[in-house]
């Protein structure tokens, strides 16, 4: 027994320096190398799956299935596209972990290489654009409306595209405080105490970190300079306007959060029960600090279902996908393509900005977004965590 | 009594040795390699940077909950165990009392904070209720996301598993030691000083060191209730599961790794304490 | 001293059931706090979607699982558990601390990180183990460790197990017989002790099954509760009272037979 545990703990050494060599489900350079031959070496599978719509849908049928990830069914009314493509192309579309962060993206792509349910398609914020190309998980699969799509919100190379987007938005309860603010300025009023609520926390999640690079637009900074953001959410946090409770889904309806930072298409979604409390919710887009993000979308490589997961890909973009994000309130990356077509209604425009606010809409670059990720992770915990 | 250790205890041993070892210790040992090199080569970086700023506020923090939680939780929890232990009445109070501790210790995330909430939140029926009464609760600053709301919310799951911790240990309490300790005239609070208490002391102790390890590792509930609070599973999954931060592996295994310490480091002083007070069990 | 004891057993029976009420109106009553008025009190309650819920198939696919990732894990839990907290108790007492460790770690490394390792060792051996739904089955053996051993250690430590081998050897028993007939019915309290808890963590442990991306009766329940907040809450409420009442005529029933949760106390 004395030698045993010894023994157990060498051989486990052994084996945990050579896993852990092999992989991580982050940045580091080893996976790299063999991985980028592969993707520009051997010709993609998905190449053969078809030029037309009908094609790949067929070969898709075959396949019979498409795995998806963290795809709730509130945001941006997902149900409803992966409802609009089951039935359109009689294809299953299950999703596995829908509250996956982008990072539990990753690491499910890692931990079910080469299983059957491995992730086939990702929705990952664009901040791990990078890292899972180095990892060698992106495929580069343009879809069919790729010239339809603005340069802003797809990869050159085909890694990735930006189905939808967002704007960072004041949701307010009107029933509990009937005096809705309307600008971040506004938010520093008196009567607002202890009601401003941010989704998460900004070095966590997406929705937070817009929320202070919005509030840094709106108080003199810039994509390059986001301490204002930083330092007006440590004032909002000293004057005791700052909640911290977490903006559930059950916080909203309870009346908890009555005055909410978030994406515009998470409230459609909720809507229904919002009305059935009673509750007068009204989202508007503060009118000094405009940020619109999306969400960057990916074909997995090695996928067990190639030609599903590119049509899933095809539907995203397409007319039908994108009136299914209109439903839930994101601006489909292809909203000018169907402005021109005529198939924005005003029924279909009502969860919407509006068009002069969307018109303002502008990303920042990746080299922006990784210096404002480095500026809140080393200043927020110092400068409002703490306080 | 050495020669014993052959076949048969090996073979005993094995399993649940092999079971640990491949998902206990391969996991930890990776992640150890990990700390130790970050970007890639040997070095004691990551273990420096996750000891500064805003990580050692991490750690204070956490150190604070999960002691306040675990004393207060378990101070409670042991009382709880007293007392239902001399009840034979009502007779359903004991079986609900188990049934629910086991459930209640497992409660957390989402459905435990938002219990709290719809109680005591800002539109919590409770609130609600003492106002009409005039009583104010928000006035007073408490508050579900700061340190003590975290630790009221913290004590629903800590006492149901101090109790759970305690029963068998208070069921070794013989009542005909309390009788006779009362026959040869100790009084009740002589009896709990110098026999009962002591002789609970070992298995409290260790129940309180679960209690810390548990609430050092509960991020579920702390999330829901303040998703920025400065405490070490939080910054853990900031720099693992997020959507913002990449690239800060090695930090996030620098931090677990010093946690394991910790644990250790708190492992060994129980157990020294442990050691003192154990007088008459059965070892 | 007695009204004591009831003033403090009815405080805590209060810490403990007001939330739960608190959480039950919100989840039956559409009318939110803040326009709560006497008249409408009555107005507004329904159960339908709790109703509703379960007889959706995701929602009883889903429990099944986790039925069945809870019964496994129950019986691993004691058959790897059982022998070796026997041979540390009764042979090899200075092991005490070391196994005191090795349970307790568990606790102390996050889900995440513990995926990740077990995951690179899966990926070069057995790569589809990780696929199947069974394969949360150690991570819960795991997650019930520092709780499940503790109960089962002082279960032994409480019947004197080392005095009853050493007796039962003196007699001439084999350590097979000793095992199966003195100690383990001497135990059945510690046992259903970390049986019971085993099984309250399967139906309540979220983060691995989320990680592993399977579907478990606690991933259902999670992404049920942000489409439908008041009927997500609703069954959180009903999965709670269901488990505590299956573990509470199982905890009965054995007290009828003289079996108590806590070692024989006169």
Redesign the interface.
């Known amino acids: 027994?004395?030698r045993?545990?010894p023994a157990?703990?060498a051989?486990?050494?052994l084996?945990?320096?050579c896993?852990?060599g092999s992989s991580?489900?982050?940045?580091?350079?080893s996976a790299a190398p063999e991985s980028s031959a592969a993707t520009s070496a051997a010709p993609a599978p998905g190449d053969t799956c078809g030029s037309t719509i009908d094609e790949i849908a067929a070969k898709a049928k075959e396949e019979g299935q498409v795995n998806l990830i963290a795809l709730p069914d509130t945001w941006a009314n997902y149900r409803g596209i992966i409802d609009s493509f089951v039935e359109k192309y009689g294809i299953q579309a299950p999703v596995m972990n829908p509250d996956a962060?982008?990072?539990?993206e990753l690491?499910a792509v890692e931990t079910l290489r080469g299983q059957p349910d491995m992730p086939e398609v990702l929705d990952?914020?664009p901040?791990?654009v990078?890292?899972a190309k180095d990892a060698g998980y992106l495929e580069s699969y343009k879809p069919l409306v790729w010239d339809e799509i603005p340069e802003s919100l797809k990869g050159e190379d085909g890694t990735w595209v930006g189905a939808y987007y967002g704007v960072l938005a004041i949701a307010t309860n009107a029933t509990?405080q009937p005096n809705v603010p309307k600008s971040w300025a506004d938010l520093k009023k008196p009567e607002y105490e202890?009601q401003v609520t941010i989704n998460?926390?900004?070095?966590?999640?997406?929705a937070?970190?817009a929320a202070v690079v919005a509030a840094a637009l709106a108080n003199g900074g810039s994509y390059d300079d986001i301490m204002p953001g930083i330092e007006y959410f440590a004032e909002l946090k000293k004057l005791g306007n700052l909640?911290?409770?977490?903006v559930?889904e059950?916080?909203v309806l309870?009346?908890?959060v009555p005055i909410a930072l978030d994406w515009t298409y998470n409230f459609p979604g909720l809507k229904p029960a919002l009305d059935e409390a009673g509750f007068d919710f009204q989202v508007i887009v503060p009118s000094d600090g405009v940020y619109g993000g999306y969400y960057a979308q990916s074909v997995v490589t090695e996928a067990p279902h190639p030609c599903a997961a590119r049509l899933w890909l095809n539907h995203l973009v397409s007319d039908e996908g994108a009136l299914g994000y209109l439903e839930g309130g994101a601006i489909p990356a292809r909203y000018a393509a169907l402005l021109d077509k005529g198939l924005i209604t005003p029924e279909v425009a009502a969860n919407l900005p509006s068009a002069e606010t969307i018109a303002a809409i502008s990303f920042p670059t990746q080299e922006q977004v990784d210096k404002a990720?480095a500026l809140?992770?080393?200043q927020?915990?110092?400068m409002?965590?703490?306080q | 009594?050495r020669r014993?250790?052959d076949t048969?205890?090996?073979a005993?041993?094995?399993?649940?040795?092999?079971?640990?070892?491949?998902?206990?210790?391969?996991?930890?040992?990776?992640?150890a390699?990990?700390a130790l090199t970050p970007g890639?080569s040997f070095g004691f970086t990551s273990l420096q940077r996750a000891l500064e700023?805003?990580y050692r506020?991490a750690f204070v923090n956490s150190i604070a909950l999960a002691v306040t939680s675990a004393v207060i939780g378990g101070v409670?929890g042991l009382?709880?165990a007293l007392?239902?232990?001399s009840?034979q009445r009502p007779r359903w109070l004991?079986?609900?009392t188990?049934?629910?501790s086991?459930?209640?210790?497992?409660?957390?995330?989402?459905?435990?904070a938002?219990?709290?909430?719809?109680?005591?939140?800002?539109?919590?029926?409770?609130?609600?209720m003492l106002g009409l009464v005039g009583v104010d609760i928000?006035e007073s600053g408490f508050s579900?996301?700061e340190f003590w709301g975290l630790v009221v919310v913290y004590?629903?799951f800590q006492?149901p598993?101090m109790f759970?911790?305690m029963?068998?240990?208070?069921?070794?309490?013989?009542?005909?030691w309390a009788e006779a300790a009362s026959i040869m005239g100790a009084s009740p609070s002589r009896y709990w000083r110098s026999v009962g208490l002591p002789l609970l002391l070992p298995?409290f102790l260790?129940g309180l060191?679960?209690l810390f390890?548990?609430s050092?590792?509960a991020y579920?509930t702390a999330?829901?209730?303040?998703?920025?609070?400065?405490i070490v599973?939080?910054l853990?999954?900031?720099l693992?599961?997020?959507?913002?931060?990449?690239?800060?592996?090695d930090l996030a295994?620098a931090i677990?790794l010093w946690?394991?310490t910790l644990?250790?480091a708190s492992?060994?002083f129980i157990?020294v304490l442990q050691r003192r007070t154990a007088r008459w069990?059965?070892? | 001293m007695k009204v004591l004891?009831a003033v403090?057993?009815v405080l805590?029976g209060l810490?403990?059931f007001?939330?739960?009420?608190?959480?039950a109106?919100?989840a039956f009553q559409s009318v939110?706090?803040?326009l709560?008025t006497p008249e409408k009190l009555l107005e507004g309650w329904s159960v339908s979607g709790l109703i509703e819920v379960f007889g959706s198939p995701e929602f009883q696919k889903a429990a099944f699982i986790s039925l069945q990732l809870m019964l496994l894990a129950i019986a691993i839990t004691l058959?790897?558990?059982l022998?070796?907290a026997a041979?540390v108790e009764i042979?090899a007492?200075q092991l005490r601390?070391a196994m005191?460790?090795?349970t307790?770690?568990?606790?102390?490394?996050?889900p995440?990180?513990?995926v990740?390792?077990?995951a690179?060792?899966f990926r070069n051996t057995v790569p589809w183990f990780l696929a199947s739904p069974y394969s949360l089955v150690?991570?819960y053996?795991?997650w019930a460790l520092?709780?499940s051993y503790?109960?089962i250690d002082?279960?032994l430590?409480?019947i004197?197990a080392?005095?009853l081998y050493e007796a039962a050897r003196v007699m001439g028993a084999s350590?097979f017989t000793i095992i199966v007939r003195v100690i383990v019915p001497n135990m059945i309290?510690?046992i259903i002790?970390a049986s019971?808890?085993t099984?309250?963590?399967v139906?309540?442990?979220?983060?691995f099954a989320a990680l592993l991306l399977k579907e478990t009766l606690p991933t259902f329940m999670?992404e049920f509760?942000r489409s439908e907040p008041r009927a997500g809450?609703a069954l959180?409420?009903a999965v709670?009272l269901l488990?505590?009442?299956i573990?509470?005529i199982g905890?009965?029933a054995l007290?009828k037979r003289g079996m108590?949760?806590?070692?024989?106390?006169?």
Do not use: C, H
């Open positions: 027994m004395r045993l545990i157990i703990a051989g486990a050494l084996l945990a320096a896993s852990s991580d489900s982050g940045g580091t350079s962060s982008s990072a539990d690491t990952i914020g901040s791990f990078q890292q509990i202890g998460g926390d900004p070095r966590e999640a997406g937070a970190f909640q911290t409770i977490d559930t059950a916080a309870s009346g908890e990720k809140i992770t080393e927020w915990g110092p409002v965590a703490d | 009594m014993r250790f048969a205890t090996l005993v041993a094995l399993p649940f040795l092999a079971f640990v070892g491949l998902f206990l210790f391969v996991p930890t040992i990776g992640l390699i990990k890639g700023g805003s506020t409670i009382l709880l007392s239902l232990r009840m004991r079986s609900t188990d049934s629910w086991a459930v209640a210790s497992q409660l957390g995330g989402i459905p435990l938002f219990a709290f909430i719809a109680a005591i939140g800002t539109q919590g029926i409770i609130t609600k928000t579900l996301s004590l629903y006492i598993l759970l911790v029963m068998p240990a208070v069921g070794g309490l013989r009542q005909t298995s260790g060191l679960l390890v548990n050092f590792a579920a999330y829901v209730l303040n998703p920025g609070a400065q599973p939080l853990v999954r900031f693992l599961q997020g959507n913002v931060i990449t690239g800060e592996q295994y677990i946690t394991i644990l250790l492992l060994l157990a069990s059965s070892t | 004891r403090f057993l805590l810490f403990f007001i939330p739960l009420l608190a959480m109106r919100f939110p706090v803040v709560l058959v790897l558990l022998p070796v041979l042979r007492p601390t005191a460790a090795i307790l770690l568990p606790w102390v490394v996050p995440i990180a513990l990740v390792g077990v690179a060792t150690p991570f053996v795991l520092p709780f503790r109960a002082a279960g430590r409480s004197g080392r005095t350590t309290g510690a002790a019971v808890l099984a309250a963590l139906l309540g442990e979220f983060a999670a509760q809450m959180a409420l709670m488990t505590a009442l573990i509470w905890v009965r007290r108590d949760l806590q070692a024989a106390g006169v």
